[in-house]
T-cell receptor, first 114, second 110 residues
Framework: ETGVTQSPTHLIKTRGQQVTLRCSSQSGHNTVSWYQQALGQGPQFIFQ???????GRGNFPPRFSGLQFPNYSSELNVNALELDDSALYLC?????????????FGPGTRLTVL | GQQVMQIPQYQHVQEGEDFTTYCNSSTTLSNIQWYKQRPGGHPVFLIQ?????EVKKQKRLTFQFGEAKKNSSLHITATQTTDVGTYFCAAYHSTGKLIFGQGTTLQVKP
């Protein structure tokens, strides 16, 4: 176990709806990254938060947004859900904002969009 | 943009056979990380390689980082059924994001 938790475990939504996914980072970690993993693919970087500020973003549209709170937990919000948003959403925390720090992944939230 | 290519996509081996997955980049990497994802699970960090030509071992797993820091490999000796899963390499982009390869899914027949 990495100490990174995510909720909910599974979620079913319909097209056009909005969803909020939550992540609690490992104790002491101030950096959280979110990834989308479609079936049979590697995780794709969505964005990263460091001390409550967005620190980088992948090729995802603005309807993917996030927050990081003072306790370093984080949320991923997706508006106007599309069928292609069906995926495993992973958050990963790291101790520092560094290219050499290990990222510890949570168990993920499996989102199904019907 | 920076891409990390991983081959093969799938590998089926008989228990006891060896397994190797390869990771290649067109650009020089600052470091490379390897993850294992069991079916239905999440990526679990295995190791990080930083130095040119670095070789690290974890029991039956051997990780190598190329001299030019553009390629890496993971070799498993004498596979076991517990080795089943998808192995990903990942490299840090300059923006700080991890770029994952497509993964190699290993199936081991007992």
């Amino acid at each position: 176990e990495t100490g990174v938790t995510q909720s909910p475990t599974h979620l079913i939504k319909t097209r056009g709806q909005q969803v909020t996914l939550r992540c609690s980072s490992q104790s002491g970690h101030n950096t959280v990254s979110w990834y989308q993993q479609a079936l049979g693919q590697g995780p794709q970087f969505i964005f990263q938060y460091y001390r409550e500020e967005e620190n980088g973003r992948g090729n995802f549209p603005p309807r993917f947004s996030g927050l990081q709170f003072p306790n370093y937990s984080s949320e991923l919000n997706v508006n106007a859900l599309e069928l292609d948003d069906s995926a495993l959403y992973l958050c990963a925390s790291s101790l520092r904002l560094s290219s050499t720090d290990t990222q510890y992944f949570g168990p993920g939230t499996r989102l199904t969009v019907l | 943009g920076q891409q990390v290519m991983q081959i093969p996509q799938y590998q089926h081996v008989q228990e006891g056979e060896d397994f190797t997955t390869y990771c290649n980049s067109s650009t020089t990497l600052s470091n490379i990380q390897w993850y294992k994802q069991r079916p239905g699970g999440h990526p679990v960090f295995l190791i990080q390689l930083v130095k040119s030509g670095e070789v690290k071992k974890q029991k039956r797993l051997t990780f190598q980082f190329g001299e030019a820091k553009k390629n890496s490999s993971l070799h498993i000796t004498a596979t076991q059924t517990t080795d089943v899963g998808t192995y990903f390499c990942a490299a840090y982009h300059s923006t700080g994001k991890l770029i994952f390869g497509q993964g190699t899914t290993l199936q081991v027949k007992p």
